[in-house]
């Protein structure tokens, strides 16, 4: 710390988090020197991905944690706004920008003279559920109707801000029949074990079979990283384990950097190079006799949401033999 306090090119998102270590460490007179004279507008028009995954609100989060633990937070309110309003907003962001966010709110808490939660609200103008809580987040479950629709009305009963979030859960429908791509170009293809192109909509029990899917990159960007290929595949298939099994053929094309293999879904991830294709091979089989749904295919860049691809789901079926 001592040693990066004396780099004279230090930028002042750098000197912001530098700062944050020294006022964990009791040394505020240090932080309030190291920080002075700096804005807590974030200036840095770049965005710095590729090297800390950030963003300009990270950066706002970090400096806000910063001016929290200084015990500035008349400078602190300014940005507070600004981040829950971006929170709050329908704008995408990477885990990294979210969890940053979250955990410069969560200092203001610490300051708080009143971390308990009071409150009270009601669903479609029907009755007062009053709800109070010693810990800093409360979840309270709400009947919702089929068609969903109305109005909750909430009231905060304490001295201290209180972030109100509606979140929705259900199953889908199925309908995710739309096939999607910017900068990634995406292919689907099943094949039989010797590569021979096989109909799954109708497949004979106990069939192996292996879901390939290729991905070129267009060339009018740099090269992508962290890519994220999601499969996620019907009850009645089953996926054959080629760790398990000792089975190389799944490599037979491309190696990825790493792959998360679970009981109904793959995760794949991987980089891929300006204007080059990869491939990457899941061996199946059909188990289960039934009509299944076969959900879509989808890859994302997961720190740039300009680089993404889906193709559309489908019923499947596996018959008798």
Not at 112 to 136: P, T
Request: some cysteine; aromatic content about 10%; overall charge negative.
């Amino acid at each position: 710390m001592n040693r990066m306090r004396n780099i004279v090119s230090l930028t002042s998102e750098s000197k912001f988090r530098l700062a944050a270590a020294y006022a964990l460490t009791g040394q505020k007179d240090v932080a309030k020197h190291i920080i002075e004279g700096q804005s807590i507008n974030n200036e840095n028009d770049g965005y710095n991905y590729y090297y800390s995954y950030g963003s300009e609100l990270r950066d706002q989060a970090m400096i806000f944690e910063t001016l929290v633990l200084l015990d500035d937070l008349d400078a602190a309110s300014q940005l507070m706004k600004e981040i829950t309003d971006q929170l709050s907003s329908q704008h995408w962001m990477s885990t990294q920008t979210t969890a940053y966010a979250l955990i410069a709110l969560s200092r203001l808490s610490e300051h708080s003279k009143d971390s308990r939660i009071a409150y009270s609200y009601s669903l479609n103008g029907v009755g007062k559920e009053k709800v109070s809580s010693d810990k800093q987040v409360s979840q309270v479950e709400l009947p919702v109707s089929i068609p969903a629709k109305g109005e909750v009305l909430f009231e905060n009963h304490t001295d201290g801000v209180v972030f109100a979030r509606l979140f929705v859960e259900g199953t889908p429908v199925g309908d995710d029949a739309i096939n999607e791509s910017s900068n990634l170009k995406m292919s689907v293809e099943y094949t039989t074990l010797t590569g021979q192109p096989i109909d799954v909509s109708k497949l004979a029990q106990g069939t192996d079979f292996k879901a390939t899917v290729t991905f070129t990159h267009p060339g009018q960007l740099a090269r992508y990283t962290d890519m994220a290929l999601t499969q996620i595949f019907p009850s009645g298939w089953e996926i054959r384990n080629t760790r398990m099994e000792d089975v190389n053929s799944a490599y037979d094309v491309n190696v990825p950097d790493y792959r998360d293999i679970r009981d109904d879904r793959v995760y794949t991830y991987f980089d891929l190079e300006r204007g080059r294709s990869q491939k990457y091979v899941v061996l199946l089989n059909a188990t289960y006799q039934g009509r299944y749904y076969l959900p879509s295919v989808s890859c994302e860049a997961m720190y740039n949401n300009q680089i993404s691809a889906r193709k559309a789901g489908r019923w499947v079926e596996v018959v008798k033999q």
